[in-house]
C-alpha cells in the first residue's frame, strides 16, 4: 500500500467527519441533514450546512451557504475578483450528499479545485448522477461564454456514505416539517 | 386577434422593459449586462441585475439577487416556509436571458410559477437550450426526493431577445474587466 494514498484516505475521512458534523448540526435544526467544509491548504476554512426551512430559501443549501460566508469574507478582506478565482482553484469542498444540480453549476462557475462527497443524488445529483457538471463545458463558445463559463473540476464520491444515509434516514423518521400535507408527524430529537 | 393575447404581449414587452433597465444599470457598473424583475399581480416585487464582478462571487447572477432580495424581505414580514412557497407559486420572473443551470434550478426548488426570457443561453440554459430544468423531474423518488424537490414551470423565451443580445454586444466591446488575460482593454462607457 503506497502511503501516500493512505495519509488522502486518512485525511478524507477526517474532513468529512468535519462535513458530517455540519449535517447534524442541520438534523438538530430540523433540516435536511446535509453539510460541507472547504479546505485551502489542508485548513478548514468555511463550513455551511442546510438552512432552508430556517431561512424560508430553498436554494439554501450547504454547498451556497458555505460558499457565501467565504466570499464575504475574501470580499472584507479586499480581495479582487481574480484573487477570489485564484483562491478557489485551489479550494477542496467536502460535502455529505453529492452537490444537486444548483450547487454543482454554482462550484464550476466559481472554479474549485476538488470536490469529494459522501451519498449519491440520485434525482438532482450534478456530479454524475444526473449530470456531469465537474466535467465542465466542452461546447463551442458563444457570446455570453466570457462572462458565464463553467470550469472542470475533480470529483469523487463514496465517502463516508452510509453515514450521510443514516442522517437523512433519522430526517425522515422524525418528519420533515416543511413537507408537503399531509406527512408525518413531527418528533422533536434529544441532541446527540 | 384576440385582445386578451395583445394585452399579454404589451404587459410582456413593459415588463421585459423593466428587466432590461436592470440589465443597463449592470452594464454601466461594468458587469454582464443580465437585469431580471419578479412579478406578482403584476406589480413588480423585486429587481436583480448582475453583481459577480462588484460581489467578487461568480454565483450573483441577476435571479439570484431577485430571490435572495425578495426572500428576505419575506422572512422580514415574518412568513413561514409554506407561505414563502405559495407566495413563489404566483410569482412571474422576467429577465432579459435564458436562466443558467444554476438559476433554472434555483427557480424549481423555489417554485416559482412562470420565467420569460429574451435570448437564448446556448451555453449554460437550463430553460430548454440545455437543459430543461423548467419541466421539473419526473423521476422516481428516493430519499431526498422530499426535501429537494425541483418543480416545473411556465416558461418561454424571444421577449426583446434583440435588445439582450445588444447590451452583451455592448459589453463586450467596452471589454469584461474580469476575463482572462489577456483581454481587450477596458474602456469607461458613459452613462447613457
Given at each position: 500500500m503506497a502511503p501516500v494514498k493512505e495519509d488522502h484516505c486518512e485525511d478524507s475521512l477526517t474532513y468529512m467527519g468535519f462535513a458530517l458534523h455540519q449535517a447534524k448540526l442541520a438534523l438538530e435544526a430540523l433540516e435536511v441533514p446535509v453539510g460541507c467544509v472547504i479546505l485551502e491548504d489542508g485548513k478548514v476554512i468555511a463550513s455551511g450546512r442546510n438552512r432552508t426551512n430556517e431561512t424560508r430559501n430553498?436554494?439554501?443549501?450547504a454547498e451556497m451557504e458555505a460558499i457565501d460566508q467565504l466570499v464575504g469574507q475574501w470580499q472584507e478582506d479586499g480581495l479582487s475578483p481574480s484573487q477570489v478565482a485564484e483562491k478557489f482553484s485551489k479550494c477542496i469542498l467536502y460535502v455529505t450528499c453529492e452537490p444537486c444540480i444548483m450547487c454543482a453549476s454554482a462550484l464550476s462557475f466559481l472554479g474549485i479545485k476538488e470536490v469529494y462527497y459522501g451519498c449519491?443524488?440520485?434525482?438532482?445529483?450534478?456530479?454524475?448522477?444526473?449530470?456531469?457538471?465537474?466535467?465542465g463545458s466542452s461546447q463551442s463558445s458563444d457570446i455570453i461564454e466570457e462572462a458565464q463559463r463553467g470550469k472542470a473540476y475533480k470529483c469523487r464520491g463514496g465517502i463516508m456514505a452510509e453515514e450521510a444515509v443514516s442522517l437523512f434516514k433519522s430526517f425522515y423518521e422524525q418528519g420533515?416539517?416543511?413537507?408537503?400535507?399531509?406527512?408525518r408527524p413531527v418528533v422533536q430529537r434529544e441532541r446527540t
Open positions: 430553498a436554494t439554501r443549501h449519491p443524488n440520485d434525482k438532482f445529483g450534478g456530479c454524475g448522477s444526473i449530470l456531469s457538471l465537474h466535467l420533515n416539517p416543511n413537507a408537503p400535507k399531509p406527512h
